[in-house]
């Protein structure tokens, strides 16, 4: 907006400009790797301009997961908030959203919000867009601390199989799957999980378990068609790694059995 100004024959002429800052950006100060938390932020037009972009999408404003308190294309961008922006001078904006941590290892980090991220509105001080604010991210680590299974059993004959998981990590153990992190056990002629092994069955579960928490599981179990001898059945938790985690190594239990015809 301009505005005229006539001295001594001379005119003058003045852009009135907004200027749009972040006035709070509200989020838990912890979170585990793979969670939706809520966040909220509160854009306000302190400038005596009205702050509209000249984009027909409005002015997309960004969330970035930091390690510093400094935007750069080392951030991940956590999502884009686009919208008509036309906020008068002096107007706030509240929006609340679902925001998903992305997997990464547990440490310090920022959640940086900033308004207008294009700079497509014009302002009369684009260096106050930014806010930080500080979060904590854990991680969880899933181990399973007991397979319980006959010492011996005979091919085709159903057997009772029960397991423990536990989650001795510090974040929630969660999957970003709607179906949940599947375990798989399998029959195998030695410790070593891999493809010549059978798989005797895949137990999937909608996986939310807090640090320190354990879930146990009951199931009958078909034993193949396989000569006699010894034998190892092997559980995996979380076989696909949906799930982020500190340690990917301790996600396996192995327990021997006998195969007799």
Request: overall charge negative; glycine content about 8%; hydrophobic content about 35%.
């Amino acid at each position: 907006f301009l505005f005229g100004l006539s001295l001594t024959g001379l005119s003058y002429a003045q852009e009135v400009l907004p200027d749009l800052t972040v006035t709070s950006l509200q989020a838990p100060t912890s979170a585990s790797t793979q969670e939706t938390i809520d966040a909220s932020w509160t854009i306000t037009n302190q400038g005596e301009g009205i702050a509209q972009s000249s984009q027909g999408s409005g002015a997309p404003d960004h969330l970035y997961l930091s390690q510093d308190e400094v935007l750069d294309s080392s951030d991940i961008d956590l999502g884009w908030y686009g919208y008509r922006i036309e906020l008068a001078p002096g107007a706030s904006v509240t929006s609340n959203v679902k925001v998903g941590i992305p997997k990464v290892p547990a440490g310090n980090y920022y959640l940086l919000f900033k308004v207008d991220q294009p700079n497509l509105v014009n302002e009369s001080n684009e260096d106050n867009n930014l806010i930080v604010k500080p979060i904590t991210i854990k991680v969880p680590d899933l181990t399973v601390t007991s397979l319980q299974a006959p010492t011996s059993a005979s091919t085709q004959e159903t057997i009772d199989a029960s397991w423990t998981i536990t989650n001795q990590g510090e974040g929630i153990a969660q999957s970003s799957q709607g179906s949940g992190a599947p375990d798989h056990l399998y029959l195998s002629q030695d410790e070593v999980l891999d493809s010549s092994d059978i798989d005797l069955g895949w137990y999937g579960y909608r996986i939310e378990l807090a640090p320190g928490a354990s879930v146990t599981s009951n199931v009958k179990v078909g034993i193949p068609k396989v000569p006699a001898g010894n034998y190892y059945l092997l559980f995996k938790v979380d076989q696909p790694n949906l799930i982020y985690e500190t340690k990917e190594w301790n996600n396996l239990f192995a327990r021997l059995i006998t195969i007799g015809e």
